[in-house]
């Protein structure tokens, strides 16, 4: 599962894979199918209530909460200069990374978001 904060956007993106079963020309097997939910995010820190009510109940809501929280206790919105790539050291176009098993925050540029080894993607 990976957990961002994509700038541009203004969304926290939660992506995992699920195992599905699938029948095929009468033979069964399981493919990895790529779920994501994502919730906006105001200037201020602030989940979008809309958002916030459609995702409530799923399991993977609390991650994204929990993320956001962090985000705003170290005072990220709505100043979000400053920060460097976990990997490369790069200032441009870093974004937060939520490593969920770690319960803490990675930052990572667009090169390294992808094929990080401290994120499990």
């Known amino acids: 599962m990976t957990l961002r904060y994509d700038q541009d956007r203004r969304r926290i993106i939660c992506r995992w894979e699920e ?8 033979r069964e ?6 779920r994501a939910i994502s919730v906006k995010v105001s ?5 979008n209530a809309k958002d916030t009510r459609r995702h409530q ?29 976990s990997v490369c050291g790069a200032e441009d176009n870093v974004n937060p990374h939520f490593d969920v098993n770690g319960q803490n925050i990675i930052w990572l540029c667009k090169r390294h978001q992808h094929a990080s080894p401290k994120v499990d993607a």
């Open 29 to 34: 097997g399981t493919i990895k199918r790529s």
């Open 43 to 47: 200037e201020t820190g602030k989940l």
């Open 19 to 26: 195992p599905t079963r699938i029948v095929m020309n009468k």
């Open 57 to 85: 109940g799923h399991p993977m809501y609390r991650h994204i909460s929990l993320f956001n929280n962090k985000l705003r206790k170290m005072n990220f919105f709505p100043n979000q200069d400053g920060y460097k790539c």
